[in-house]
């Protein structure tokens, strides 16, 4: 079975461009999970959908981040004007549930320069 | 909040050797789950092993096992007979049993060296 796909695998944008992340999770999951990564603040939650619907989005920086899931198999996450500080990979994650196991895609490495 | 803390930024262990990565954490919670993962230097996470809190046996993954001490709120990693290929970051991640608080908490990670 395939696991988690991403796309795109590395993106390079100017400040100010719209960017968007797309992430497919694995067939059959129901739980659909952000994350960021950075140096600084290492690995944390953006937010997560369960059924497609977002159950927290407390872990959104800003407005510019909005994240959204219109079918059990894809979800995006945009970022509106990006600026430099949001350089970082993103990963998207699905478990079964949202008690399981959550399953991690490649991640995006995104630069904002 | 929930906080997961891994105090040891990098070891070093030599191949065939057997190395354990601590982490701790803060909960008041009784009931969790614990998790590590592993990345490598393609960055994708690895489930490496699971544990439930509300079980007392440690889990045990081929040579990848844990010693869980829920009243210290300590979660280590031991991996034995060590591999070059085990040579990543290992992150140690909390999870609260359910109720809208799904998402992990991570530590900040430990970077694994395997010497040849």
């Known amino acids: 079975d395939a696991g988690v796909i991403q796309s795109p695998r590395h993106e390079v944008t100017e400040m100010g461009q719209e960017v968007t992340l797309r992430c497919k999770p694995i067939?059959?999951?129901?739980?659909l999970f952000w994350y960021r990564q950075t140096m600084m603040r290492g690995l944390e939650l953006l937010i997560y959908f369960n059924n497609n619907v977002p159950i927290d989005d407390s872990g959104m920086p800003e407005d510019r981040f909005s994240a959204k899931m219109p079918n059990a198999s894809f979800s995006t996450l945009k970022i509106q004007p990006s600026e430099p500080r949001d350089s970082a990979v993103y990963f998207c994650?699905?478990?079964?549930?949202?008690?399981?196991?959550?399953?991690f895609g490649p991640g995006t490495r995104l630069l904002v320069l | 909040a929930q906080t997961v803390t891994q105090s040891q930024p990098e070891m070093s262990v030599q191949e065939a050797e057997t190395v354990t990565l601590s982490c701790t954490y803060d909960t008041s919670e009784s009931d969790y789950y614990l998790f590590w993962y592993k990345q490598p230097p393609s960055r994708q996470m690895i489930l490496v092993i699971r544990q439930e809190a509300y079980k007392q046996q440690n889990a045990t993954e081929n040579r990848f096992s844990v010693n869980f001490q829920k009243a210290a709120k300590s979660f280590s990693l031991k991996i034995s007979d060590s591999q070059l290929g085990d040579a990543a970051m290992y992150f140690c991640?909390?999870?609260?049993?359910?109720?809208?608080?799904?998402?992990?908490?991570f530590g900040k990670g430990t970077h694994l060296i395997i010497q040849p």
């Open positions: 067939s059959g999951h129901n739980s």
């Open positions: 991640a909390y999870r609260s049993p359910g109720g809208g608080a799904d998402g992990l908490t």
């Open positions: 994650a699905s478990s079964p549930d949202r008690r399981e196991t959550q399953y």
